[in-house]
């Protein structure tokens, strides 16, 4: 019988690729708590892709739309929070996530993040960047503040979604 093990958020954050979502869709089954998909709440707040809100709006408008999802999601409880890559790089989102919540890091090697994103069109930071020196350079200059927010830290190369959620629950 699942149950419920926490009451504050899980928020996983981490680089494109490293598996947040796969592994908080998994995470939210077997601790029966409810799974949100940040990107999949503007898309579906804003009522275009990704690529569209990059396109049409900038950036920084789609970090604004990050940063206020973050809050109002903050407000619930109980809900395993897969956040955008770029989440944890504004450190007041990372005091956001404290206030009521663990912070789960994954991390993967950039020939696996390439692997996982190459056929993925909706990544406008990765358009025209399909290889690991680029990831590796993008990935350096953000560990910094990805490690500085996690509570804990998991890496997912070569291991299936049971053994990370098993990880992090052990961890947590
Ligand atoms: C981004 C990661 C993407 C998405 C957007 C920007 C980033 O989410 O939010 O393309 O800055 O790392 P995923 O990490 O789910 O791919």
Redesign the pocket.
């Given at each position: 019988q699942a149950r419920t093990l926490f009451t504050h958020n899980i928020l996983l954050i981490g680089?494109?690729?490293v598996g947040?979502?796969t592994v908080s869709s998994y995470l939210s089954k077997i601790l029966a708590s409810p799974y949100v998909e940040?990107?999949q709440e503007i898309v579906d707040k804003e009522g275009m892709s990704?690529n569209k809100i990059f396109e049409e709006y900038g950036e920084t408008y789609?970090r604004n739309c990050?940063t206020n999802l973050l809050i109002e999601l903050q407000k619930g409880n109980n809900q395993i929070i897969?956040c955008?890559?770029?989440v944890a790089?504004r450190d007041e989102n990372v005091a956001e996530m404290k206030k009521n919540g663990k912070v789960v890091l994954l991390t993967a090697s950039p020939e696996v993040i390439l692997e996982r994103v190459k056929d993925s069109d909706?990544?406008?930071?990765l358009r025209g960047h399909k290889n690991t020196e680029y990831i590796s350079k993008l990935m350096e200059e953000r560990r910094p503040k990805y490690e500085a927010a996690a509570d804990v830290i998991v890496n997912t190369d070569h291991k299936r979604v049971e053994e990370i959620a098993e990880e992090i629950v052990v961890k947590l």
């Open positions: 680089f494109m690729g947040k979502s940040m990107d990704i789609f990050e897969s955008g890559g770029g790089m909706e990544r406008p930071l």
